[in-house]
């Protein structure tokens, strides 16, 4: 056997992380069409091959008239917007914008998971320019064309004022800042005034009203848009690498429609929220819409007050909403002192609610220091104690125990009084 222990130390240099990191990250040369046989696009996109110091990508571009309907809204339906609207879904809003000041974002994406890993080939944006709406969709034909898309990218947005994504605050802008940061143009990312993301709007006002608030649920549930012939979102990523394999650009046309329809819904979904939160109570059909308005309302520093929109919820609701409704609706009062009012609200729960603890303990604390009456605050407060015995809710029936003798001591102390002789007697 070789002995070779008896070789002389091969010398290794070690690499600092800067070596590492120039290792990982070597400038790939800008892609020019010739280098690689890159598809002509244009038969089955449209669009052109833009070109620039970094290389080249593929654009398209489209203008959209203001008369396109999609689902229940025109495009041209933004003439009538009003701004101030939005501090009900952004608390805080307080800035006028003009609609050239928004911009919709939608990526397409070699993954579902995020991460450094996954690449955005295809960034759609639209905005509207005068009358028109303007949709332009960024597309890379292979890897070595993300700095150059980049780049005209960042020159798009910069003007732009408000990013307007369906959850772009926890997927598509966080991978877009990462692909900057890996094309070493930490500059060029844009720094937004307001970040509007349509998912977390959606969920306020719907989450209980629909079983998903998922793009597709509320085109369909809520815009009256059905797609035809859409290619599912966990098929696009597998469809791309087949184009990279093939070249065959039919292979993304149904992922560039996909892309228009989740643009222009987001379109719809901006007008809808912006219009029915201002709808009158009275014409609210469901109770869980008319339940989170309130809500709404209430939490917003120049919010209407959410008074009728719980009320039509009772009106309209079943026994679940009518008794969310009436909670919100008490607590609303005695926020604001209304103690009549809220001792109402809290007794109509107890009348449609027989295990209402909490209901029975709001109406005791009434009774015993706004409207006083302590034999009605001992009855109720006897009441509530045996439910939370009944319910095995410990903590709560040692409270409401505290709370029984201390209501005894106070009705003692007082009958003494009446009778000229003191606790102490």
Known sequence: MFPWNLLPARKVKALDLQDKLRRMHKKTAPSKKGDKNLPDLSRFLGGEEVSGPEGSFWRVTRDFSPELRHGRYCLGDISGFDSSRINLWEKGHRRKFNPSDLVFLDTETTGLAGGTGTVAFLVGMGWWQGD?????????????EEPAMLQDLANLLEPKKILITFNGRSFDWPLLQTRFTLSRKNREIPAWEEHWDLLFWARRLWRKKLVSCSLNSLERNILDFHREGDIPGWEIPQRYFDFLRTGRGNLLQDICEHNVWDILSMVGILLHLCGENYKAPERIQCPHEAIALGRLQEKSDRGKPPENYYLQAVSIGGEKARKEALQNLAFYYKKNREWEKALQAWTELVEIDDNAIQARVELAKIYEH????????????????????????????????????????????????????????
């Not at 409401?400 to 007697?425: M, P, V, Y």
């Open 370 to 425: 706004r409207l006083p009456n302590l034999p009605k605050a001992l009855q109720i407060t006897s009441q509530a104690l045996i439910l939370a015995w009944q319910q095995e809710k410990k903590r709560e029936a040692g409270e409401l125990e505290h709370r029984r003798k201390r209501l005894e001591r106070k009705i003692k102390k007082s009958s003494l009084k009446g009778t000229g002789f003191s606790a102490d007697n």
């Open 132 to 144: 028109a709406f303007r949709l332009e969709q960024f597309l890379m034909r292979d890897f070595p």
